[in-house]
T-cell receptor, first 111, second 113 residues
């Protein structure tokens, strides 16, 4: 079955860039997502990328996709304390289809 | 806009009791999902429904049942709760048209004692 892996924890200083990595196994993945979860809240969609794209940039967020290696990354430029949260990578085979999530990466931004 | 509403926000339930977690969306989304979130395991799909009147099993369906009588509501029922069902439950919805992502509710924290 599908499998999505992420590192558990990332610590970064305020103002630096953060890079969160994700690997997946399903070669049929069509959509790849990044969600953010703040304490006590649900998941908020940050950005997503189609599998036929290599990169997508949205303000401070840059998503890089290496389809050959099945590797996805999320770069947050100028990381702020409000970026402290758990970030989930997820994949699906079709739009609106059920998602498979990674275990989440907890990002801690230090002042 | 309300989006997705889940109720209750949290609940403590004795083992062996039954409970229904409620989920309502006002976006007229075709598809709805129930996930459970456990530390270190991310979110795992319990059940889903692609359209009113149909349901399907996800990754961890045992001990749970769902129904989809209409577009807006997707309740999740635990017929006889066990401690391993202690978790945070998230309902989500999406349109199956275009590139619509999942929208999540704020979750129900369930503790089974």
């Amino acid at each position: 079955g599908e499998d999505v892996e992420q590192s558990l924890f990332l610590s970064v200083r305020e103002g630096d860039s953060s890079v969160i990595n994700c690997t997946y196994t399903d070669s049929s993945s069509t959509y790849l997502y990044w969600y953010k979860q703040e304490p006590g809240a649900g998941l908020q969609l940050l950005t997503y990328i189609f599998s036929n794209m290599d990169m997508k940039q949205d303000q401070r967020l840059t998503v890089l996709l290496n389809k050959k290696d099945k590797h996805l990354s999320l770069r947050i430029a100028d990381t702020q304390t409000g970026d402290s949260a758990i970030y989930f990578c997820a994949e699906s085979r079709a739009a609106g289809n059920k998602l498979t999530f990674g275990g989440g990466t907890r990002v801690l931004v230090k002042p | 806009t309300a989006g997705i509403t889940q109720a209750p926000t949290s609940q403590i339930l004795a083992a062996g009791r039954s409970m229904t977690l409620r989920c309502t969306q006002d976006m007229r989304h075709n598809a709805m999902y129930w996930y459970r979130q456990d530390l270190g395991l991310g979110l795992r799909l319990i059940h889903y429904s692609n359209t009113a009147g149909t349901t399907g099993k996800g990754e961890v369906p045992d001990g749970y049942s769902v129904s989809r009588a209409n577009t807006d509501d997707f309740p999740l029922t635990l017929a006889s709760a066990v401690p391993s069902q202690t978790s945070v439950y998230f309902c989500a919805s999406s349109s199956i048209l275009g590139d619509s992502p999942l929208h999540f509710g704020n979750g129900t924290r369930l503790t089974v004692t």
